[in-house]
């Protein structure tokens, strides 16, 4: 069975940090595509960030420069470092996985995990 575990969600201020994580387990093989969405209340899902094989990486525009995405050292697992939050962060994290390099769009990621809540105050 296939599980993504998300933690490090939270509340803070605006202009605080917070630091994502995702383990995943249950697949004997790598995930290329990782990546993280983002749900706020009423809206669509939206991608956030992704890393892919050799240390690519995506950022939507509305994070690029403040928010990280990195890969741990531990096999299938990747983190989400985000600073200098604003009240329009806030939102439903999930973390996304996919056997497959260069996946961007929400509907082509395999697996997904159950989402931590971020809560940005201004």
């Known amino acids: 069975l296939v599980q993504l575990v998300e933690s490090g969600g939270g509340s803070v201020q605006a202009g605080g940090s917070l630091r994502l994580s995702c383990a995943a387990s249950g697949y004997s093989g790598s995930y290329y595509s990782m990546a993280w969405f983002r749900q706020a209340p009423g809206k669509e899902r939206e991608g956030v960030a992704a890393?892919?094989?050799?240390?690519?990486?995506y950022y939507s525009d509305s994070v690029k420069g403040r928010f990280t995405i990195s890969q741990g050292n531990a096999e299938n697992t990747v983190y989400l470092q985000m600073n200098s939050l604003k009240p329009e962060d806030t939102g439903v994290y999930y973390c996304?996985?996919?056997?497959?390099?260069?996946?961007?769009?929400?509907?082509?990621?395999?697996?997904w995990g159950q989402g931590t809540q971020v809560t940005v105050s201004s």
């Open positions: 996304a996985a996919s056997p497959f390099d260069g996946r961007r769009q929400s509907y082509e990621f395999e697996y």
């Open positions: 890393t892919y094989r050799f240390s690519m990486t």
